[in-house]
């Protein structure tokens, strides 16, 4: 009894692949390099400082594409500041907005 409760406990803590995602301060940053970054690792947060306010930073998590988003987001443009363009175009999850058929 103590042997298959425990290889119950030992499988019930088995874990699964935590995928960690990356952070990333892209102020210095070219366009080229941020979009590379976010195709190679799939999804990044990426940081940077707000344009309105450059001692607030902002961040988000962007997506290579929407492979990376849950089931009932999408991925869009999106675009952040980087060294060499004020914006940068990635994609990030929204939520997917639901249009009944037939409705104009």
């Known amino acids: 009894m103590k042997k298959t409760l425990f290889a119950a406990l030992a499988l019930s803590l088995v874990a699964f692949d935590a995928h960690a995602i990356s952070r990333y301060e892209i102020a210095g940053m070219s366009c ?19 344009p309105r306010n450059p001692s607030l930073t902002l961040y988000d998590r962007y997506v290579a594409h929407g492979g ?9 443009a999106a675009f952040v ?24």
């Open 81 to 104: 500041p980087t060294a060499d363009t004020p914006s940068c175009r990635v994609l990030k999850c929204r939520p997917l907005v639901f249009q009944p058929f037939g409705d104009d």
């Open 32 to 50: 080229g390099r941020v979009q590379e970054i976010v195709r190679a690792e799939g999804a990044a947060i990426l940081r940077y400082p707000s």
């Open 68 to 76: 990376f988003c849950q089931i009932d987001e999408e991925a869009a």
